[in-house]
Nanobody
Framework: QVRLVESGGGLVQPGESLRLSCVASGLPFLKYVLAWYRQAPGKQRELVAAMSGGGKTNYSHFVERRFLITRENAKNTAHLQMYNLKTEDTAVYYC????????????WGQGTQVTVSS
C-alpha cells in the first residue's frame, strides 16, 4: 500500500520560513517524480515544485526563488523549504508522487496546512 505522509505545516508570520517533509512508502521512490501542490480556499490545486528521481526540478513562477525542493532518496523523503513566506502562500500543501510513463500511477498525501499571517 502506497502512503505519502506530509508534515511541517503551521502558522508563521510573513517573511518567516517553513520546511515541509513528505515520507513515502510502498513505492519505488527513485522511479517517481515527487511534487508539492497547494490549494488555497476557493482556488484550484496548483503545482508548486517537482523533482525527479534524477534530480531535475521544476518550479512554478510564483515561487520566485523563495522555495527549494529536495529529496533524500535513501530515506524516501522529499522536502519543500520555503523562505520569505507571504500571506498569499497560505494553503493546504500536498505531496504527490507520479510514476510517469504511458500508464502513470499517481498518489497523494493528506495535506498539511500552511498559514501565513501577521
Amino acid at each position: 500500500q502506497v502512503r505519502l505522509v506530509e508534515s511541517g505545516g503551521g502558522l508563521v508570520q510573513p517573511g518567516e520560513s517553513l520546511r515541509l517533509s513528505c515520507v513515502a512508502s510502498g513505492l519505488p521512490f527513485l522511479k517517481y517524480v515527487l511534487a508539492w501542490y497547494r490549494q488555497a480556499p476557493g482556488k484550484q490545486r496548483e503545482l508548486v515544485a517537482a523533482m525527479s528521481g534524477g534530480g531535475k526540478t521544476n518550479y512554478s513562477h510564483f515561487v520566485e526563488r523563495r522555495f527549494l525542493i529536495t529529496r533524500e532518496n535513501a530515506k524516501n523523503t522529499a522536502h519543500l523549504q520555503m523562505y520569505n513566506l507571504k500571506t498569499e502562500d497560505t494553503a493546504v500543501y500536498y505531496c504527490n508522487a507520479n510514476s510517469g510513463g504511458q500508464e502513470p500511477r499517481d498518489y497523494w498525501g493528506q495535506g498539511t496546512q500552511v498559514t501565513v499571517s501577521s
